[in-house]
């Protein structure tokens, strides 16, 4: 996913003058003003669209944005960036709390339901030998963990906050 985030000088938007520009992070102020007339007469911006895989205000200052960027380019490509919004909106106010608690969040893959879950649990966790595991009940134990746990399904698999 290519990030980019759609800025205006909202100073001259006030004047039916739009004047705005798509910018990738890392967003350079210095050109992000001269693009769009920032100057000491007009000097409030805002963001009006953004391609991003987390969620932003208007008023999102441009070095917050680019801060967040940076903290999580390290899981591009992963499962977790994928589902960024999805995990944001179910266990966190902000895009900048999710990053602080980034290290608490598993994530269970080739995982459909608690029941794949529960036998990742168990296999990790107790070494039960092969002709026992046909006896487990995995379906009692992953509701078990479903009620007793934090989990989320998302259309990349299932996650877990370790509060």
Known sequence: MRMQ???VNVD???EEQIRGAWFEPPIDFEEMKECIGLDDEYKEYAIFEYDLPFEIEETTPV???NRICEAI???????LYDVLSEVQRQWFGSITELIEHMDEIIYYPNSESMIDVAKIFIEESVNIPSRLQEYMDYEAY???LEDT???MMTSRGIFEYKR
């Open 149 to 151: 746990g934090n989990f």
């Open 12 to 14: 001259r938007y006030k």
């Open 5 to 7: 985030v759609f800025i």
């Open 63 to 65: 070095s917050e944005i």
């Open 73 to 79: 380019g390290d899981i591009e490509g992963s499962p």
């Open 142 to 144: 992953g509701r078990y």
